[in-house]
């Protein structure tokens, strides 16, 4: 069994600053590109950032760039998200994503996590 556990969710001021965490745990041989999602409330779920394998590549939605940063530590099978100058546009639940492999020579699949809920609220 393999799971995501998302960490550091929150009620934050606009301005503020947030660390998202998401480990991996279980059955894990290798762990590709890891991300961020989120999904507020009316809209559908939109992509944050995403990093590769050994976190060389990155990609960021528009709407955070320069404020967002992804990061990760493959040996600790974790994904970071920092996020600096909070908007109130950036509430909704955050959700990561992982694209990993269980065994040696199996397919690769795609999971997710249950999600942290981020409030930028004054």
């Known amino acids: 069994q393999v799971q995501l556990v998302e960490s550091g969710g929150g009620l934050v001021q606009p301005g503020g600053s947030l660390r998202l965490a998401c480990a991996a745990s279980?059955?894990?041989?290798?762990?590709?590109?890891m991300g961020w999602y989120r999904q507020a409330p009316g809209k559908q779920r939109e992509l944050v950032a995403v990093t590769s394998r050994r976190g060389a590549s990155t990609n960021y939605a528009d709407s955070v760039k320069g404020r967002f940063t992804i990061s990760r530590n493959n040996a600790k099978n974790t994904v970071y998200l920092q996020m600096n100058s909070l908007k109130p546009e950036d509430t909704a639940v955050y959700y990561c994503n992982a694209d990993l492999v269980r065994d040696r020579g199996s397919n690769q699949l795609n999971y997710w996590g249950q999600g942290t809920q981020v409030t930028v609220s004054s």
């Open positions: 279980g059955s894990i041989f290798s762990i590709n590109a």
